[in-house]
């Protein structure tokens, strides 16, 4: 099993910027990638970016240039972070952590992120 951990949501102005973080414990050496997705209300869920376990990643293209995503390994928790900068409105949502592994998905309870001003 695989516990996630997020942290960092919030209200911002436009223009403005957030940090999410997530923490991966447990078996983590079953993760291959970790990313991010969001759900606005009456939408389906969708990705918004993801990172390999070699490092590589990809963004959806309504935040490319705007969001990084990265990671780090440190006492036995792997902990992804997404920047988001130059925040709009269309970016308000219940963001999720997302842990691929084999051969288990595992997600993150959400963390809202409200984008007003």
């Known amino acids: 099993q695989v516990q996630l951990v997020e942290s960092g949501g919030g209200l911002v102005q436009p223009g403005g910027s957030l940090r999410l973080s997530c923490a991966a414990s447990g078996s983590i050496f079953s993760i291959y990638a970790m990313g991010w997705y969001r759900q606005a209300p009456g939408k389906q869920r969708e990705l918004v970016a993801i990172i390999t376990k070699d490092g590589s990643t990809n963004y959806a293209d309504s935040v490319k240039g705007r969001f990084t995503i990265s990671r780090t390994s440190a006492n036995a928790k792997n902990t992804v972070y997404l920047q988001m900068n130059s925040l709009k409105p269309e970016d308000t949502a219940v963001y999720y952590c997302?842990?691929?592994?084999?051969?288990?998905?595992?997600w993150g309870q959400g963390t809202q992120v409200t984008v007003s001003s």
């Open positions: 997302n842990a691929r592994g084999l051969p288990t998905t595992y």
